[in-house]
Each structure stands twice: as C-alpha cells, then as structure tokens.
C-alpha cells in the first residue's frame, strides 16, 4: 500500500509540474559586408561565441556594407543586428537633421548596443606611381567602393573635409575591389583605389609576396592642412607590416573609423529579451572572443562612452553589459583586497577565505 501511495504523488507530482520548459530558440540575422572583409568574421564570431547562450540562432549575412546594412536592419524581417561604421551612421544623422524625411526614418529607431573597433582606411596605387600619401589623392581616378557601401561614403566623405568639394563624378567609380585592383594594375583606367577593412584584412592578407612589385599603400601625413579637418571625424591609426608581412616592409601610418554594433529599438518582449540575453552573454564569453575571434576583438573595450549628439545605447543591452562589467570589476577588486590582506582567524572559522 504504501508503495501504491508513493507511486500516485510522485506520478501527481510530475503531472503538477509537467515537463521542464525548454528555451525557445530564434532565428536572427546580422548584416556585415563583404565575404572577405572583417564585418562577417566579427559576425561569425557574435553567432559562434555569444549567440547561442542567449538561445539566438545567428545567422551572419554578407552585404554591400554599413550604408545597405542600415535599411537592412531597418526594413528587413528578421535581420535584429548589423555592424555600421561611425561616419556612416553620422551621415544619416546629419541627413536627417537636415531635412531628409527618408535617412530620418532610417536612424531615428536604431540604437547602438556597444562601440566595437577601429577599421583601418586604405588607398592603394600601382607600385610606380608618384604618390605616396592621402593628401596626394586630390583630382586622381578613384574607385571609391561600391554603392551602398560603407567604404564608399567614407571615401566620399573624407575627400570632401580634405579638399572642400566631392569627387569628380567624371574621376569616381563604384566597383567591387576586386575588379578595381584588376584595372589598377592591368588596363590601368584608375589611379586609386579606396579599401575600408579591420586589419588583418583578408583582401590584402592574401596578397602574394609579387604584389610589392605592382602595388603599395599609401601614409597619411596628420601634419599635412589637408589632414587636419579629417581628424575631426576619422582617427590616425598604424598598419602593422606584421598585418601584411607579404606587401609591407614596415608599419605606415594611416586613418580609420570606427564599427559600431548596432540594433533597433526594439520594445517587444521576447525580441527585447533575447537581445538582452545576448548583451549578457557578450559580456560573460569576452574574453573567449578575444582569445578565438578576430584579432580585432583584443581591440574592444566593453565599457560604454558617451555617444554622439544624435546618438542613443539600446537600453536593455547597456543595463545588461554595465551590470556584468560592474560585477566583474568589483569581484576583481574584492580578490586583489583578499589576497593583498591576510585572513583573520575568525574570517578563517567562518569560511571567509579563499
């Protein structure tokens, strides 16, 4: 009888309680760039290492770039995240400030989850040729990068704060840069050709120890006048010949702008709610993406800076990395104090030391 008894809760307390609830998991995507930039590595990596803790199926989709990828985020199902770089978003702020119903439309929901790193700018001329730095671009036949493209608007914008007018139409091409490097070096119909990429990048990782004898990059002087209206939206930066042993003797000095990982803003539930289980574990698997990711991830800092006028962190996302961060600086903190003071006897009776 008793084991009757036994059996019949057991079997109402199963019935009680019914199964475990088993995690939803969703689809989402994050837009990047290019199959051979950095974009999509960083994107694998977020899908990799960070979205399956958050029960987030990431898929991470090429694009044209950061241009595209903010219509994307904005009107595409299904697409929750996208990698943008700063002069773009800014770009659109600026449009939208100035009148433009369509770019306000665009960014006026789009939030910002967390700065990542700094891309490296790159402008590439034939080996022979008699420029040797960005200031010396003024009036050349340049591929800026194709429409839609990040590294188009960069191109476009940063000839303009340097000369004080556009790129002649007649000048400017918007082609891959695969196809631009191949007139660069064979037909020779352009001068230069723009690259916007986190170093190392994969289009000039691969280039072959031959490569010095057709092509070679160009330094940026900050001293130059032409220089100095740049550094107010863009950064200096070096390019390591370590990046690019096969096409560089020795580090340059450059330009880059900054990625931003960025979202909508999202109000429902559940699409809030996992973005915020992702943000948590971005913050608790770091420190496997700056060990198995991208180089560029020992870049990144996950403190939260103040942001641009415009500007605005998708707020369950912050709440979630300051949080995490705050942990884990004061757990940092409380172990330096316990191994910097000695435990007392009744904190070693207790149970208090480590």
Not at 7 to 33: F, N, Q, R, S, W
Not at 226 to 231: C, G, Q
Not at 270 to 296: I, V, W, Y
Not at 310 to 327: K, L
């Amino acid at each position: 009888m008793k084991k009757v008894v036994l059996g019949t809760l057991l079997l109402a307390g199963i019935l009680c309680h019914g199964t475990p609830a088993v995690a939803e998991v969703v689809d989402y995507k994050i837009v990047t760039a290019s199959e051979r930039g950095t974009y999509i590595k960083i994107g694998r990596d977020i899908a990799e290492f960070v979205a399956p803790s958050a029960d987030i199926k990431l898929d991470a989709v090429p694009s044209a770039g950061s241009a595209e990828n903010v219509r994307r985020l904005r009107y595409e199902p299904g697409v929750k995240l996208a990698l943008v770089q700063s002069d773009v978003y800014q770009s659109f702020l600026d449009m939208a400030a100035g009148g433009n119903t369509t770019a306000g439309a665009m960014i006026r929901p789009l939030r910002v989850i967390m700065p990542l790193y700094n891309e490296e700018i790159y402008f590439i001329v034939r080996a022979d040729s008699d420029r040797n730095f960005v200031h010396e671009i003024q009036n050349a036949k340049m591929n800026a990068g194709e429409l839609g493209s990040g590294t188009a608007l960069t191109s476009a914008t940063l000839y303009r704060l340097m000369f004080g007018q556009p790129m002649a139409e007649a000048n400017t091409s918007y082609l891959s840069n695969e196809e631009a490097l191949a007139k660069l070096v064979t037909d020779k119909t352009l001068d230069v050709v723009a690259v916007v990429g986190g170093q190392p990048t994969k289009l000039l990782v691969d280039m072959k120890p031959e490569s010095r004898q057709l092509i070679k990059l160009l330094k940026f002087d900050p001293n130059h006048p032409s220089s100095k209206t740049a550094l107010k939206t863009y950064f200096q930066a070096t390019v390591r010949a370590s990046s690019y042993p096969n096409l560089l003797t020795e580090d340059l000095p450059g330009l880059a702008v900054k990625a931003f990982l960025v979202t909508y803003d999202f109000q429902v539930k559940d699409t809030a709610g996992h973005l915020r289980q992702m943000a948590r574990s971005l913050c608790q698997n770091f420190s496997t993406l700056q060990e198995k990711g991208h180089p560029k991830w020992r870049e990144v800092d996950l403190t939260l800076p103040d942001l641009g006028r415009g500007w605005f962190y998708y707020a369950p996302a912050a709440r979630e990395i300051r949080s995490c961060t705050a942990g884990e600086s004061l757990a940092r903190t409380q172990a330096k104090s316990r191994a910097v003071r000695a435990c007392s006897q009744q904190e070693r009776i207790l149970g208090l030391c480590p």
